[in-house]
T-cell receptor, first 117, second 106 residues
Framework: DGGITQSPKYLFRKEGQNVTLSCEQN?????MYWYRQDPGQGLRLIYY???????QKGDIAEGYSVSREKKESFPLTVTSAQKNPTAFYLC????????????????FGPGTRLTVT | GQQVMQIPQYQHVQEGEDFTTYCNSS?????IQWYKQRPGGHPVFLIQ?????EVKKQKRLTFQFGEAKKNSSLHITATQTTDVGTYFC??????FGTGTRLQVFP
């Protein structure tokens, strides 16, 4: 079964701790993305990666870090520097993303709901 | 940078009524995508529009891309309870509208 997985589904952390969210895809997609979703605010781009060993900041990258060592994996670390980390985090992938011109259909994972207290 | 506005924010309809959501961009778009997110779920791709003035249909759903390629709409004819969810537009710069949450009353 091809798809994109995120784990865990729910995550609870204490303030001041870093936490890493997992994202794996077996769709052979080059591009991967991390979005944050807050109530009434839609999806906001945190980071994206067009290819292995390369990634770019999105609109709200502060307090987050990523790595792309393998094509299949794009983990997101929420650091203690992120002021409001409690949110629903969605990972997505697509065949390709050039940054200019047409974008491709994005496949989303089931998401991780992070609560920091 | 590119700004995207989506309206309305919420829409409550009686089953069988029509529904429309609109997406407006501050810049000309290469393409626009539409996604649906069911309550508690994740966004699922519905369609992509690329050409100026393009109209695409999927059963009761009709998608339009404006002539200037700066706006788009999604129209659902005769809504059903299965249409409940939030509908998002997404642009070529990975910017999503804030979504329109559709509630359908039987």
């Amino acid at each position: 079964d091809g798809g994109i997985t995120q784990s865990p589904k729910y995550l609870f952390r204490k303030e001041g701790q870093n936490v890493t969210l997992s994202c794996e895809q077996n769709l052979n997609h080059d591009a991967m993305y991390w979005y944050r979703q807050d109530p009434g605010q839609g999806l906001r781009l945190i980071y994206y990666s067009q290819i292995v060993n390369d990634f770019q900041k999105g609109d709200i990258a502060e307090g987050y870090s990523v790595s792309r060592e393998k094509k299949e994996s794009f983990p997101l670390t929420v650091t203690s520097a992120q002021k409001n980390p409690t949110a629903f985090y969605l990972c997505a992938s697509s065949f390709f993303y050039s940054g200019t011109g047409i974008t491709y259909e994005q496949y989303f994972g089931p998401g991780t709901r992070l609560t920091v207290t | 940078g590119q700004q995207v506005m989506q309206i309305p924010q919420y829409q409550h309809v009686q089953e069988g009524e029509d529904f429309t959501t609109y997406c407006n961009s501050s810049t000309t778009l290469s393409n626009i995508q539409w996604y649906k997110q069911r309550p508690g779920g994740h966004p699922v791709f519905l369609i992509q529009l690329v050409k100026s003035g393009e109209v695409k249909k999927q059963k009761r759903l009709t998608f339009q891309f404006g002539e200037a390629k700066k706006n788009s709409s999604l129209h659902i004819t005769a809504t059903q309870t299965t249409d409940v969810g939030t509908y998002f537009c997404g642009t070529d710069k990975l910017i999503f509208g804030t979504g329109t949450r559709l509630q359908v009353f039987p």
